[in-house]
């Protein structure tokens, strides 16, 4: 079983950044999603095992970059630019095999971290 936790959350001002990180047992193909309060869970970014290939919400290309470090089996969600809008508790999911289909929706993903909370003011 795929173990992940993720950590990096906070308050910060709009138009700042911060980093996310997502601690995971092994190698697999790794997203992030993000949900806010009265909203479904939205895809925001994702990337094969190798980190080859990576994926991008319209709504954070750009101004987002997902990347990881194998060695130490972590992903992370690099956010520059942020904006009120991109205030969500913000998930870690891992498919159980390097495998893209169904990328997008959550329930393409077979493990899920705990979240971590993202804050940005205006």
């Known amino acids: 079983q795929v173990q992940l936790v993720e950590s990096g959350g906070g308050l910060v001002q709009a138009g700042g950044s911060l980093r996310l990180s997502c601690a995971a047992s092994g190698r697999t193909f790794m997203g992030w999603f993000r949900q806010a309060p009265g909203k479904e869970r939205e895809f925001v970014a994702a990337?094969?095992?190798?980190?080859?290939?990576?994926y991008y919400a319209d709504s954070v290309k750009g101004r987002f970059t997902i990347s990881r470090d194998n060695a130490k089996n972590t992903v992370y969600l690099q956010m520059s630019s942020l904006k009120p809008e991109d205030t969500a508790v913000y998930y870690c999911?891992?498919?159980?095999?390097?495998?893209?289909?169904?990328?997008?929706?959550?329930?393409?993903?077979?493990?899920w971290g705990q979240g971590t909370q993202v804050t940005v003011s205006s």
């Open positions: 999911a891992a498919k159980a095999t390097d495998y893209y289909s169904h990328y997008v929706s959550f329930r393409g993903y077979d493990y």
């Open positions: 990337i094969s095992g190798s980190g080859g290939s990576t």
